[in-house]
C-alpha cells in the first residue's frame, strides 16, 4: 500500500447527491470489489491499483476554514469516493478536524462509512446542526460481505456501531448499496438502529468477476433486484423505517 501526503488545491466541492461533498483522502483502503470510484485513478497519476494507494490531503482542514467562508452554507456529505474513516483516519484525523470546522460553522453534514471508527468523533456528531451518521451495509451476510468487501469492517461490527450512534442521540441511516446477495436479512438486523434507509441495485460491472466465481449470477439480475427492492421496503416500512429506493 502506497501512502502520500498531499496537498490538495480545493476541499469542499460541489456534488451531484449532496450541494457539497470532502474527501479527505484519495484512494481507500476498504478496496471494495464493486467500488465505482475506481475511475478517480485516472485522475491521480497512479500506476498502482485502486486499493492499493491513498493520498491524504494534509492541508483539507486549513482549505476549508477558507471554503467555507466563501460559499453559502448547505449539507456536506462525508465523503463520496473514499471512506472517510478508512483505517489512516485513525491516525491522521483530517476528517475528524472537517467535522468540528463544520459544526462550528453550523453546517448540515451526511457522514457515510463504513467503519466503527467513526463512534471515536461521537463528541462532535453530537455537536452539529442536523448532523447525520450512516453506514453502508451491503449484505446480512458476512461470508458474501468476505467476497466483496475483503478489507472492509465486518457486518457484525457495522451493526453493532450503528445501534451505538443511535442510541446517543444521533440520526443515523443504512445505505445499502450495492444490494448484496444476503441483503434479505437486513431489516430485522437494522430494526431500532436507524431512522431510514436507502436502496440501490449494483449498477457497475466491476465485480461481475466475483458473481461468475462464486456462481452468483443470478443476483446480479434484473429480476433480482426488483424482488430484493420490493420485499426490503415492505419489511422495513413494517418495521416504522422510511426506506428511499
Known amino acids: 500500500m502506497l501512502i502520500q501526503e498531499i ?14 461533498v470532502i474527501n479527505p483522502y484519495t484512494g481507500c483502503q476498504h478496496n471494495c470489489l464493486y467500488c465505482y470510484a475506481h475511475f478517480m485513478r485516472r485522475f491521480t497519476g497512479h500506476k498502482e491499483p485502486w486499493g492499493q494507494f491513498v493520498d491524504v490531503k494534509i492541508n483539507a482542514p486549513e482549505l476549508l476554514r477558507r471554503e467555507i467562508l466563501r460559499k453559502k452554507p ?7 469516493v473514499c471512506d472517510p474513516y478508512q483505517p489512516l ?13 463544520l459544526a462550528q460553522n453550523d453546517w448540515p453534514v451526511t457522514v457515510q462509512t463504513r467503519s466503527p471508527l467513526v463512534l471515536r468523533d461521537l463528541d ?40 451505538e450512534l443511535h442510541q446517543a442521540g444521533i440520526h443515523t441511516y443504512a445505505m445499502i448499496a450495492p444490494m448484496l446477495p444476503g441483503v434479505e436479512n437486513l431489516p430485522e438486523l437494522l430494526a431500532g438502529k436507524v431512522e431510514y434507509v436507502r436502496l440501490d441495485r449494483m449498477n457497475y460491472h466491476d465485480a461481475d468477476w466475483v ?8 443476483k446480479r439480475s434484473d429480476e433480482y433486484f426488483a424482488g430484493a427492492q420490493a420485499l426490503l421496503c415492505a419489511k422495513f416500512v413494517h418495521l416504522g423505517i422510511e426506506c428511499r429506493a
Do not use: M, N
Open 7 to 20: 496537498h490538495s488545491k480545493s476541499i469542499l466541492c460541489a456534488s451531484k447527491i449532496y450541494p457539497y
Open 124 to 163: 462532535i456528531l453530537r455537536q452539529g446542526r442536523q448532523f447525520e451518521a450512516g453506514f453502508s451495509v451491503t449484505t446480512a451476510d458476512d461470508r458474501i460481505r468476505g467476497l466483496f468487501e475483503p478489507t472492509a469492517p465486518p457486518i457484525p461490527e457495522r451493526i453493532r456501531a450503528l445501534g
Open 89 to 101: 483516519e485513525a491516525q491522521y484525523k483530517i476528517t475528524r478536524q472537517c467535522l468540528e470546522i
Open 211 to 218: 458473481y461468475r466465481k462464486y456462481g452468483l449470477q443470478d
Open 74 to 80: 448547505d449539507r456536506v456529505w462525508v465523503s463520496g
